[in-house]
């Protein structure tokens, strides 16, 4: 069964600091991993898709990067700001036995980030 | 475009009651979904529908029902609620199961639900 895990669970920085979330997962037949941000009282919105023959995907100052083989990946944010403040959380599509998905999402716990002015 | 579209934001019942939570989307999706979210955990997924008339169970099913009977609906029933369904419940759809670039899944934005 797949299981993803974040760590931090909490990380609260100055702005204008670089800063790093990690995600694991325990089983590597993965379809891709994507990285949501969550504000308090609102839905999951898509930060970041990395497929799972990719090593990394940049949006902005968002960096994600991919080790499927050793069941990482990292979620990057330059020059932090306080409205970067949320939850972030990771999330790995797993893949069937025939290469595709079932579309079934597995969510970490959630890193909740503050950035402090 | 409204997206998803999640009725009622709060909702608090007592034991034993039932409600149902309803969601639509205006996006043509196919795709279908419902989760939910204990505090300091991720999502975990109830039911999923693959089409109108076409679902199937997730994760954690017990005590919840689905029916997808318009593409655009997908409402989910909570039958005899207990403590244990006190959660925040998420309704997702996308156009595939195969999620990627071109294909996103949209969130509602959730409905917290307590059972006294």
């Known amino acids: 069964k797949q299981e993803v895990t974040q760590i931090p669970a909490a990380l609260s920085v100055p702005e204008g600091e670089n800063l790093v979330l990690n995600c694991s997962f325990t089983d590597s037949a993965i379809y891709n991993l994507q990285w949501f941000r969550q504000d308090p009282g609102k839905g999951l919105t898509s930060l970041l898709l990395?497929?799972?023959?990719?090593r990394e995907q940049t949006s902005g100052r968002l960096n994600a990067s991919l080790d499927k083989s050793s069941g990482r990946s990292t979620l990057y944010i330059a020059a932090s700001q306080p409205g970067d403040s949320a939850t972030y959380l990771c999330a790995v599509l797993v893949a069937n036995a025939g290469g595709t998905s079932y579309g079934k999402l597995t969510f970490g716990q959630g890193t909740i980030l503050t950035v402090h002015p | 475009n409204a997206g998803v579209t999640q009725t009622p934001k709060f909702r608090i019942l007592k034991i034993g009651q039932s409600m149902t939570l309803q969601c639509a989307q205006d996006m043509n999706h196919n795709y279908m979904y419902w989760y939910r979210q204990d505090p300091g955990m991720g999502l975990k997924l109830i039911y999923y529908s693959v089409g109108a008339g076409i679902t199937d169970k997730g994760e954690v099913p017990n005590g919840y029902n689905v029916s997808r009977s318009t593409t655009e609906d997908f409402p989910l029933r909570l039958e005899l609620a207990a403590p244990s369904q006190t959660s925040v419940y998420f309704c997702a759809s996308s156009y595939s199961r195969h999620l990627g670039s071109g294909n996103t899944i949209y969130f509602g934005e959730g409905s917290w639900l307590t059972v006294v």
């Open positions: 990395i497929q799972s023959s990719q």
